[in-house]
């Protein structure tokens, strides 16, 4: 699918688009890695784990894969995974504003954001930062989501959120919940205790997720909101200045 003026590239300022998007997508991708790096390598603090929670891998070499396995399993690491590549797509070909990428662009907004508040909500009050995470938490929770929203507010790209794609913002969410849930019945383990289903029983867990696409649903339609008034902004600018 080629550029429509319903999905557009990046806007203009173009010579500070292209190097704010190169921050995003490197902020991005540094945090997954590090993460990824630091935890096949079992540098994190072994903390004991909760039961029925991610952890309590063997130490060295023999509990990478596994170490590996759950980090990415998170929400986290798959919200960072998706920014860092939609970013990149649009570094490589912003003028292609296919379906498919316009989806990813804007799964990784949700999701991104989503990890933020649900981070500073739910997870934070109660988690023990030590060792290494005092550095890749940081960058994974809250800054990432701020340069992601930062770069979109600023640079776009404007019309590639409409109010039929907010229900294709679920995608990848619902997919991680798939994967989560399905790896959870093999290894009994889960990431988080809100979808603990050995403490918790499905029943409470299902009813936990719904909440939170619900609120997932209602954070796309803020975004949408958000984009038609950038792109209202933008038009009259535009035709002011013709």
Do not use: K
């Not at 994967?179 to 603990?196: E, H, I, K, Q, S």
Request: charged residues 10%; proline residues 6%; positive net charge.
């Amino acid at each position: 699918m080629t550029a429509t003026p319903a999905a557009e590239s990046i806007a203009e300022p173009a010579g500070l688009a292209r190097p704010a998007c190169l921050l995003n997508a490197g902020v991005a991708w540094f945090g997954v890695l590090l993460t990824a790096f630091l935890s096949g390598m079992g540098w994190y603090d072994d903390l004991p784990p909760e039961p029925g929670l991610y952890g309590g891998r063997p130490y060295g070499a023999a509990g990478a894969a596994g170490r590996l396995f759950d980090t990415f399993s998170y929400f986290t690491i798959w919200s960072n995974v998706v920014v860092a590549v939609s970013v990149t797509l649009l570094l490589a070909r912003p003028l292609r504003a296919s379906l498919a990428r316009r989806v990813l662009r804007l799964d990784g907004l949700l999701m991104i954001t989503v990890t933020a508040i649900v981070y500073q909500l739910l997870l934070a009050p109660s988690a023990v930062i030590t060792g290494w995470s005092r550095l890749t938490d940081p960058i994974l929770h809250i800054v990432t989501p701020v340069v992601t929203l930062a770069v979109w507010l600023g640079w776009g790209p404007r019309g590639w959120v409409t109010l039929r794609m907010v229900p294709l913002a679920l995608v990848v969410p619902v997919l991680w919940i798939g994967w989560m849930l399905a790896r959870g019945a093999v290894t009994d383990t889960y990431p988080y205790d809100f979808v603990n289903v050995s403490a918790h029983g499905y029943g409470s867990v299902t009813l936990t997720l719904l909440m939170i696409l619900v609120f997932g649903l209602v954070v796309t339609a803020v975004l949408w909101a958000v984009e038609a008034l950038l792109g209202r902004r933008r038009t009259r600018t535009v035709a002011a200045e013709a």
